[in-house]
């Protein structure tokens, strides 16, 4: 059976500099700056490997969140649950759509391993869902938690590379940082905890999503 990825949307490329509506997300981020936004960043000077390695390997998360929701959404969608799930899921849509806008923008690659990305996420999601709601949360502490520290050390490198050159990416990761910490409390307000061998699974889960981070920045 033939799987159809969407990996990003293609677009129209200009040798200008776009001019586009902001997203809600980006007029919180420019705020005074009015309705629209000419597109200059990234400032001449920035250190190309560095930003394809932070986009694509950020994309690739992104992208398997989005699977590890749809995969819980299967499955709790009608629990108490799935108001929840859903939620924190159309949150990390934003953040897909996002970087899908940065590689188109930056022509960056993606990760060759997006095919597995979208069968082991959705059945990651899944998997954890049919041992019950707090198993499903669980697997969310375990990976917002992830997320969180590789955004905080890729926050890191940007400070010591150039924060003025990289303020509009550093903005971008900080905000994302931070709903992925309120996913990891939401899980633990939702009875994480009571998960069956929950320090296993999270130490499971935790370094599966490292492998896929060290993977993902390099293939």
Request: net charge neutral; with cysteine.
């Amino acid at each position: 059976m033939l799987l159809s990825v969407r990996l990003f949307p293609v677009r129209v490329r200009h040798n200008r500099a776009p001019v586009r509506e902001l997203r809600p997300f980006e007029a919180g981020l420019y705020g005074a700056l009015g309705s629209r936004l000419v597109s200059l960043w990234p400032a001449v000077g920035v250190n190309k490997a560095v930003l394809d390695r932070i986009i694509r390997v950020d994309h690739a998360g992104e992208y398997g969140a989005n699977r590890i929701y749809a995969g819980q959404m299967a499955i709790l969608s009608r629990t108490a649950a799935g108001p929840v799930i859903q939620h924190m899921w159309n949150q990390e849509k934003a953040h897909l759509e996002k970087f899908e806008e940065l590689m188109v923008e930056h022509r960056v690659r993606p990760t060759i391993l997006m095919p597995f990305w979208y069968l082991s996420g959705f059945a990651l999601g899944a998997g954890t869902a049919l041992l019950g709601k707090q198993a499903a949360m669980a697997c969310t502490v375990a990976i917002e938690e992830s997320i969180a520290e590789h955004y905080n050390g890729q926050i890191r490198t940007l400070m010591e590379e150039d924060p003025e050159k990289y303020q509009y990416l550093l903005q971008v990761i900080k905000k994302f940082r931070d709903e992925e910490l309120e996913h990891h409390d939401t899980g633990l307000e939702h009875n994480a905890e009571l998960a069956p061998a929950y320090s296993v699974l999270k130490n499971i889960i935790q370094i599966g999503c490292k492998a896929a981070i060290f993977l993902s920045e390099r293939v």
